[in-house]
């Protein structure tokens, strides 16, 4: 069997938790490969709402086994609240997650070394979520970081202490004051007790042995191509590949184990943080998404930054990651405007361009492409007849700009409100 890989195509919060939760009863193993708990995965089904971080969104699937691949950062604090408020609804939770081994460890003091990092910025910060994210990413390619597997030596108290005084010193010389360690290292250590309820594995072997035995496994990637480490609008991006090749880095399969690519964008653009956003709406137009859209981080609860779609981008993700089939949600948000629209190029210094400018400072002006829009309350459709000839049209538009088929559209947040070509 081969691996799906399922990705945000635009600076994340596409709805890829929903997606996944719709998917996940279709495979056996649902894995997520890169990014900690900066995500904020959005769950809804029978009423209830769920916001997952660090595990998988196949979590809520019946028989499903989730993996937390070698190329996520994981924090044990956050990952035991994630757990207890999971174990309500799937009280099996220690059986169906597995956790890689060589997954590296957010330490309390990543969090306060990435408050200091963003402070020293001051006006150019990246706007991160503050989760330690760039600070464990790291100590992990400068490998001094501490991983999963090492909590079970002897020598991990050791280890933890020296790492800590190591950064404290870092901090210190950041200049930065403003925190308390104390507040986020005893419930590390909780979670520490919690992580060891789980079984750790070998997460290269453990995919790769089910992939032979015939196991259907779906990857969840968290973030989104423009958030990219290498193709992202650097440095405004998170510090993992959120792209496809993420996934065989993050989980340790060769590239042509991958099988279907699920691309999922939103019906227009969103951005939590700081960088270039071309489509970035100013307007009432913009307000009207966020407020329709909720666009709130599900994470920190920061307003989004909300625009019109950005093909261009679209585009550059859809090669980036090789997807083979598109998802769109949030059309439904898109309802009642007179007309939409979508960008089909930037122009930079006065030439029309195609590419993703290089530097971050440089203005790319969108040129866009008018379309009628549609008043027509979708969020009740199951099928496609039920939707609008101008949302038909410019779904249709869309695809072929990008020359990847959308083959499911989503209507609403709830599990029900999916629609499959
Ligand atoms: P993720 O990070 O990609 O999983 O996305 P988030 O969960 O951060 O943000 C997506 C938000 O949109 C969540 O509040 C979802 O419940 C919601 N959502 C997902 N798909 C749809 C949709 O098609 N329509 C509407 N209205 N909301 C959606
Ligand atoms: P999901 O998986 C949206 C953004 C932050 C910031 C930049 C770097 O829910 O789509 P970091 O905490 O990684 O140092 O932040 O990346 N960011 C996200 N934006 N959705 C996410 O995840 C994000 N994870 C990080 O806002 O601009
Ligand atoms: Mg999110």
Redesign the pocket.
Known sequence: MKIDVLLGLQW??EG??KIVDVLAPKYNIVTRFQGGPN????LKFSGKKFVLHTVPSGIFTDGAINVIGNGVVLDPGIFKSEIEAIASENPEITKCLKIAKRANLILPTHRILDAANEAAKGKSKIGSTLKGIGPAYTDKISRNGLRVGDILSPEFKQRFDALTARHLREIESLGFKDFSLEEFTKGWFEGIECLKQFEFVDSEMFINEKLDENKSVLAEGAQGTMLDIDFGSYPFVTSSNTICAGACTGMGVAPQKIGEVYGIFKAYCTRVGAGPFPTELFDETGEELRSKGGEF???TGRPRRTGWLDLVELKYSCMINGVTQLIVTKSDVMNGFDTVKACVAYEINGKQTMSMPFDSSEEAKPVYKEFKGWKTDISNAKTEKELPKELVDYLAFIANFVKVPIKMISVGPDRDATIVR
């Open positions: 994340g919060d890829k938790g995500a904020g995965h959005t981080g599900a994470t």
